[in-house]
T-cell receptor, first 114, second 111 residues
Framework: EAGVTQSPRYAVLQEGQAVSFWCDPISGHDTLYWYQQPRDQGPQLLVYFRDEAVIDNSQLPSDRFSAVRPKGTNSTLKIQSAKQGDTATYLC????????????FGPGTRLTVL | GEQVEQLPSSLIVQEGASVLINCSYT??????FPWYKQEPGKRLQFIIDIRSNMERKQTQRLTLLFDKKTKHLSLHITATQPGDSAIYFC??????????FGTGTSLLVDP
Protein backbone atom coordinates (compact mmCIF):
# COMPACT_ATOMS: atom_id res chain seq x y z
CA GLU A 1 0.00 0.00 0.00
CA ALA A 2 1.13 3.58 -0.57
CA GLY A 3 2.46 5.33 2.50
CA VAL A 4 1.50 8.66 4.01
CA THR A 5 2.43 11.49 1.67
CA GLN A 6 3.10 15.11 2.57
CA SER A 7 3.83 18.26 0.65
CA PRO A 8 5.78 20.40 0.40
CA ARG A 9 8.91 18.69 1.72
CA TYR A 10 10.58 21.99 2.59
CA ALA A 11 9.42 25.56 3.24
CA VAL A 12 11.37 28.71 4.08
CA LEU A 13 9.46 31.78 5.23
CA GLN A 14 10.00 35.21 6.68
CA GLU A 15 8.34 35.91 10.02
CA GLY A 16 4.77 36.97 9.51
CA GLN A 17 4.17 34.92 6.38
CA ALA A 18 1.58 32.14 6.13
CA VAL A 19 2.14 28.54 5.04
CA SER A 20 0.01 25.44 4.48
CA PHE A 21 1.02 21.81 4.74
CA TRP A 22 -0.88 19.02 3.06
CA CYS A 23 -1.18 15.37 4.07
CA ASP A 24 -2.64 12.33 2.30
CA PRO A 25 -3.00 9.42 4.76
CA ILE A 26 -2.98 5.73 3.98
CA SER A 27 -6.23 4.67 2.32
CA GLY A 28 -8.69 3.35 4.88
CA HIS A 29 -7.03 4.99 7.87
CA ASP A 30 -9.68 6.86 9.80
CA THR A 31 -7.37 8.61 12.26
CA LEU A 32 -4.95 11.35 11.19
CA TYR A 33 -2.38 13.12 13.36
CA TRP A 34 -0.26 16.24 12.99
CA TYR A 35 2.96 16.52 15.01
CA GLN A 36 5.59 19.21 15.40
CA GLN A 37 9.15 17.94 15.77
CA PRO A 38 11.68 20.61 16.74
CA ARG A 39 15.30 19.80 15.95
CA ASP A 40 16.77 17.17 18.30
CA GLN A 41 13.44 16.51 20.05
CA GLY A 42 10.68 13.96 19.84
CA PRO A 43 7.46 14.65 17.92
CA GLN A 44 4.84 16.60 19.84
CA LEU A 45 1.17 16.13 19.00
CA LEU A 46 -0.60 19.22 17.69
CA VAL A 47 -4.00 17.84 16.68
CA TYR A 48 -5.67 14.65 15.63
CA PHE A 49 -8.82 13.72 13.72
CA ARG A 50 -11.09 10.73 13.53
CA ASP A 51 -12.69 10.93 10.13
CA GLU A 52 -13.50 14.64 9.74
CA ALA A 53 -13.91 15.38 13.45
CA VAL A 54 -11.24 16.98 15.62
CA ILE A 55 -10.67 14.71 18.62
CA ASP A 56 -7.94 16.68 20.40
CA ASN A 57 -6.49 20.05 19.43
CA SER A 58 -5.45 21.13 22.91
CA GLN A 59 -1.78 21.49 21.87
CA LEU A 60 -2.52 23.53 18.74
CA PRO A 61 -1.61 27.22 19.13
CA SER A 62 -5.10 28.24 18.08
CA ASP A 63 -4.36 31.86 17.42
CA ARG A 64 -2.06 31.07 14.50
CA PHE A 65 -2.45 27.38 13.69
CA SER A 66 -5.47 25.69 12.14
CA ALA A 67 -6.10 22.21 10.79
CA VAL A 68 -8.92 20.70 8.78
CA ARG A 69 -9.87 17.34 7.36
CA PRO A 70 -13.15 18.17 5.59
CA LYS A 71 -13.93 14.82 3.93
CA GLY A 72 -12.18 12.56 6.40
CA THR A 73 -9.33 11.83 4.02
CA ASN A 74 -6.70 14.49 3.20
CA SER A 75 -5.80 17.15 5.72
CA THR A 76 -4.29 20.64 5.71
CA LEU A 77 -2.37 22.31 8.52
CA LYS A 78 -1.99 26.07 8.19
CA ILE A 79 0.19 28.53 10.07
CA GLN A 80 -0.83 32.17 9.88
CA SER A 81 1.85 34.71 10.66
CA ALA A 82 4.73 32.30 11.25
CA LYS A 83 7.28 32.94 14.02
CA GLN A 84 10.90 31.84 14.30
CA GLY A 85 9.83 29.50 17.11
CA ASP A 86 7.71 27.57 14.58
CA THR A 87 10.88 26.32 12.91
CA ALA A 88 10.53 22.53 13.03
CA THR A 89 9.58 19.51 10.98
CA TYR A 90 5.82 18.96 10.71
CA LEU A 91 4.85 15.32 10.57
CA CYS A 92 1.59 13.73 9.53
CA UNK A 93 0.66 10.22 10.60
CA UNK A 94 -2.33 7.96 10.17
CA UNK A 95 -3.73 4.83 11.79
CA UNK A 96 -6.79 2.64 11.80
CA UNK A 97 -9.08 2.72 14.84
CA UNK A 98 -9.72 -1.02 14.65
CA UNK A 99 -6.02 -1.85 14.49
CA UNK A 100 -3.21 -2.42 13.90
CA UNK A 101 -2.63 0.40 16.30
CA UNK A 102 0.73 1.72 15.22
CA UNK A 103 0.84 5.05 13.46
CA UNK A 104 2.37 5.34 10.02
CA PHE A 105 4.33 8.52 9.43
CA GLY A 106 4.87 10.66 6.40
CA PRO A 107 8.28 12.10 5.43
CA GLY A 108 7.51 15.45 7.04
CA THR A 109 7.74 19.07 5.96
CA ARG A 110 10.81 20.89 7.20
CA LEU A 111 9.88 24.50 7.96
CA THR A 112 12.42 27.25 8.51
CA VAL A 113 11.18 30.67 9.62
CA LEU A 114 13.80 33.40 9.21
CA GLY B 1 -0.21 15.39 30.95
CA GLU B 2 1.91 12.39 30.14
CA GLN B 3 5.69 12.77 30.22
CA VAL B 4 8.07 10.24 28.71
CA GLU B 5 11.79 10.21 29.46
CA GLN B 6 14.53 8.17 27.84
CA LEU B 7 18.03 7.30 28.89
CA PRO B 8 20.66 7.42 27.69
CA SER B 9 20.32 10.30 25.25
CA SER B 10 23.08 8.85 23.07
CA LEU B 11 25.08 5.65 22.64
CA ILE B 12 28.07 4.62 20.57
CA VAL B 13 28.80 0.89 20.29
CA GLN B 14 30.87 -1.47 18.19
CA GLU B 15 29.07 -3.64 15.67
CA GLY B 16 27.86 -6.84 17.29
CA ALA B 17 27.38 -5.35 20.74
CA SER B 18 24.08 -5.27 22.60
CA VAL B 19 22.42 -2.07 23.76
CA LEU B 20 19.77 -1.20 26.32
CA ILE B 21 17.52 1.85 26.07
CA ASN B 22 15.45 2.80 29.12
CA CYS B 23 12.15 4.64 29.10
CA SER B 24 9.90 5.87 31.89
CA TYR B 25 6.44 7.42 31.78
CA THR B 26 4.26 9.20 34.32
CA UNK B 27 0.60 8.60 33.47
CA UNK B 28 -0.81 5.31 34.78
CA UNK B 29 -3.65 5.69 32.23
CA UNK B 30 -1.26 4.92 29.35
CA UNK B 31 -2.04 1.50 27.88
CA UNK B 32 0.02 1.07 24.75
CA PHE B 33 3.71 1.70 24.14
CA PRO B 34 5.03 1.73 20.58
CA TRP B 35 8.68 2.36 19.73
CA TYR B 36 9.87 4.09 16.61
CA LYS B 37 13.17 4.41 14.81
CA GLN B 38 14.23 7.48 12.83
CA GLU B 39 17.18 7.11 10.50
CA PRO B 40 18.79 10.26 9.10
CA GLY B 41 16.65 11.71 6.33
CA LYS B 42 14.01 8.98 6.63
CA ARG B 43 10.54 8.87 8.11
CA LEU B 44 9.73 7.55 11.56
CA GLN B 45 9.38 3.79 11.39
CA PHE B 46 7.47 1.60 13.85
CA ILE B 47 9.69 -1.18 15.24
CA ILE B 48 7.96 -2.84 18.19
CA ASP B 49 5.13 -2.27 20.67
CA ILE B 50 3.75 -3.62 23.91
CA ARG B 51 0.43 -3.34 25.74
CA SER B 52 0.04 -2.66 29.44
CA ASN B 53 -1.22 -6.21 30.06
CA MET B 54 2.05 -7.71 28.83
CA GLU B 55 5.51 -7.93 30.39
CA ARG B 56 7.68 -8.89 27.47
CA LYS B 57 7.67 -8.91 23.69
CA GLN B 58 10.37 -10.10 21.33
CA THR B 59 10.86 -9.78 17.62
CA GLN B 60 14.06 -10.79 15.85
CA ARG B 61 16.87 -8.85 17.58
CA LEU B 62 14.56 -6.65 19.68
CA THR B 63 13.25 -7.45 23.17
CA LEU B 64 10.91 -5.04 24.92
CA LEU B 65 10.31 -5.35 28.66
CA PHE B 66 7.51 -3.57 30.51
CA ASP B 67 7.04 -2.98 34.25
CA LYS B 68 3.65 -1.49 35.00
CA LYS B 69 4.40 -0.97 38.70
CA THR B 70 7.45 1.17 38.12
CA LYS B 71 6.16 2.68 34.83
CA HIS B 72 9.33 1.61 33.11
CA LEU B 73 10.21 0.05 29.77
CA SER B 74 13.49 -1.14 28.34
CA LEU B 75 14.40 -1.99 24.77
CA HIS B 76 17.22 -4.47 24.26
CA ILE B 77 18.86 -4.68 20.83
CA THR B 78 21.25 -7.57 20.26
CA ALA B 79 23.92 -8.11 17.61
CA THR B 80 23.83 -4.49 16.49
CA GLN B 81 24.59 -3.60 12.88
CA PRO B 82 25.50 -0.27 11.25
CA GLY B 83 21.95 -0.19 9.87
CA ASP B 84 20.67 0.07 13.44
CA SER B 85 22.20 3.56 13.69
CA ALA B 86 19.25 5.89 14.24
CA ILE B 87 17.33 7.80 16.87
CA TYR B 88 15.01 5.54 18.87
CA PHE B 89 11.84 6.94 20.40
CA CYS B 90 9.73 5.42 23.13
CA UNK B 91 6.10 6.56 23.24
CA UNK B 92 3.04 6.13 25.40
CA UNK B 93 -0.60 6.19 24.30
CA UNK B 94 -3.67 6.71 26.39
CA UNK B 95 -7.14 5.23 25.81
CA UNK B 96 -7.97 8.23 23.64
CA UNK B 97 -5.24 7.36 21.13
CA UNK B 98 -3.11 10.39 22.07
CA UNK B 99 0.58 9.49 21.67
CA UNK B 100 3.32 11.15 23.71
CA PHE B 101 6.88 10.66 22.53
CA GLY B 102 10.02 10.47 24.60
CA THR B 103 13.12 12.55 24.22
CA GLY B 104 14.89 10.05 21.96
CA THR B 105 18.08 7.98 22.14
CA SER B 106 20.65 8.43 19.40
CA LEU B 107 22.43 5.15 18.61
CA LEU B 108 25.59 5.00 16.51
CA VAL B 109 26.93 1.55 15.60
CA ASP B 110 30.56 1.60 14.48
CA PRO B 111 31.44 -1.07 11.89
Amino acid sequence: EAGVTQSPRYAVLQEGQAVSFWCDPISGHDTLYWYQQPRDQGPQLLVYFRDEAVIDNSQLPSDRFSAVRPKGTNSTLKIQSAKQGDTATYLCASSRLGGPYEQYFGPGTRLTVL
Amino acid sequence: GEQVEQLPSSLIVQEGASVLINCSYTDSASVYFPWYKQEPGKRLQFIIDIRSNMERKQTQRLTLLFDKKTKHLSLHITATQPGDSAIYFCSARDMGYKLTFGTGTSLLVDP
